[in-house]
């Protein structure tokens, strides 16, 4: 007997409403990054994209534990000498809220063209409206435990 690896092709693709309000940050990240990779799936295969959509609303109001929301620091730099930008995040939530969402699960794929394949399927809202009604997403929850969802 041969295993077999499923394809792209063959898997059929579900779409996931998660609502972010009152998650932990990280915690919610670890948990959209598996089902964007496949890995709640039986068809889980390493090297092909087998995970599905998942849609994010409420993004402005997921919380963090500690004193990151002062002391976490989101760093840019433009590649110019002295272009070295610094924004805490709570000026970063208050800017751009869907943006913490997207830069936490972003480290927890890998960066490979495979996964910027199954980032692509991540779609962040800040407010609880979305425009993907047409798609018939599945609401889930995840449980958050001190030991992980």
């Known amino acids: 007997m041969d295993t077999h690896f499923f394809t792209e092709k063959e898997v059929e693709r579900k779409w996931y409403l998660v609502d972010a309000s009152g998650q932990i940050?990280?915690?919610?990240?670890?948990?959209?990054?598996?089902?964007?990779?496949?890995?709640?799936?039986?068809?889980?295969?390493?090297?092909s994209d087998v995970g599905d959509f998942v849609v994010v609303i409420n993004a402005d109001k997921v919380s963090v534990s500690g004193n990151k929301e002062k002391d976490f620091i989101y760093y840019s730099h433009s590649g110019y000498t002295g272009n070295l930008k610094k924004t805490p995040l709570f000026r970063m939530r208050a800017k751009k809220p869907e943006f913490l969402i997207r830069k936490a699960v972003w480290g927890m794929i890998k960066h490979s063209p495979l996964g910027k394949k199954r980032y692509k399927k991540l779609k962040v809202y800040a407010r609880s409206h979305h425009p993907h009604e047409a798609q018939m997403p599945i609401p889930i929850e995840f449980n958050q435990n001190k030991r992980g969802g």
Do not use: H, V
């Not at 089902?35 to 799936?41: D, E, F």
């Open 25 to 47: 940050l990280g915690r919610l990240a670890n948990n959209i990054a598996s089902i964007l990779i496949g890995k709640n799936k039986p068809e889980y295969t390493p090297n």
